[in-house]
Nanobody, 122 residues
Framework: QVQLVESGGGLVQAGGSLRLSCAAS????????MAWFRQAPGKEREFVAG????????IYADSVKGRFTISRDNAKNTVYLQMNSLKPEDTAVYLC???????????????WGQGTQVTVSS
């Protein structure tokens, strides 16, 4: 059974930073493409960042480019999202996603975590 468990969310002031983690189990993590999505209240889920199985390729939404960094540690079966210069519009539930194999970084994805809340105050 595949499990993706996010952590690291919280309340932060605008301009601050947070680091999200997603611990994976039950899948071939080193052979999986991983990503972060987010969903704000009343809005559709949107792609934030994706990373290839090796970490050699990454892609970001224009809204977070230059502020967020996705990375992974295959030895720890964990993917990270470092978020800097946070803005109130970054407030959302952040979800980790994964799919086995070499797939487009923006998806689609097969496996999803429950999400972690990020709230940025102005």
């Amino acid at each position: 059974q595949v499990q993706l468990v996010e952590s690291g969310g919280g309340l932060v002031q605008a301009g601050g930073s947070l680091r999200l983690s997603c611990a994976a189990s039950g899948l071939d993590f080193g052979g999986s493409t991983m990503a972060w999505f987010r969903q704000a209240p009343g809005k559709e889920r949107e792609f934030v960042a994706g990373i290839s199985w090796s970490g050699g390729s990454t892609i970001y939404a224009d809204s977070v480019k230059g502020r967020f960094t996705i990375s992974r540690d295959n030895a720890k079966n964990t993917v990270y999202l470092q978020m800097n210069s946070l803005k109130p519009e970054d407030t959302a539930v952040y979800l980790c996603a994964g799919r086995i194999g070499l797939v487009p970084l923006k998806g689609p994805y097969d496996y999803w975590g429950q999400g972690t809340q990020v709230t940025v105050s102005s």
